[in-house]
């Protein structure tokens, strides 16, 4: 069994930065693309960025790239989300996904994940 728990969510002015964190049990991070999804009130999970076990390889939604850096410290067992250049469109709960069975692109297309966390609230206000 997997856990991860997201941090780092919080309330930002528009043009401003956060960086989200998702730390996972375990030993097995390493094995595992893993992924950033974000849900808004009253709309469907969407997805935000993925990237390789490996780190080697990344994939961004449109409406992230250039402002949004996803990264992973598999030493540490962790994903992490800079977000740069916030805008009100992008308030939502952030969820990380970890799905062994995946590249970084095919996240982008999947609607589950081998696991989940439970989100952190990111709130941009203009």
């Known amino acids: 069994q997997v856990q991860l728990v997201e941090s780092g969510g919080g309330l930002v002015q528009a043009g401003g930065s956060l960086r989200l964190s998702c730390t996972t049990s375990?030993?097995?991070?390493?094995?595992?693309?893993m992924g950033w999804f974000r849900q808004a009130p009253g709309k469907e999970r969407e997805f935000v960025a993925a990237i390789s076990r490996g780190g080697t390889t990344t994939y961004y939604a449109d409406s992230v790239k250039g402002r949004f850096t996803i990264s992973r410290d598999n030493a540490k067992n962790t994903v992490y989300l800079r977000m740069n250049n916030l805008k009100p469109e992008d308030t939502a709960v952030y969820y990380c996904?970890?799905?062994?069975?995946?590249?970084?692109?095919?996240?982008?297309?999947?609607?589950?994940?081998?696991?989940w966390g439970k989100g952190t609230l990111v709130t941009v206000s203009s």
């Open positions: 375990g030993r097995t991070f390493s094995t595992y693309a």
């Open positions: 996904g970890a799905e062994r069975n995946a590249t970084a692109q095919s996240m982008a297309i999947m609607s589950d994940m081998d696991y």
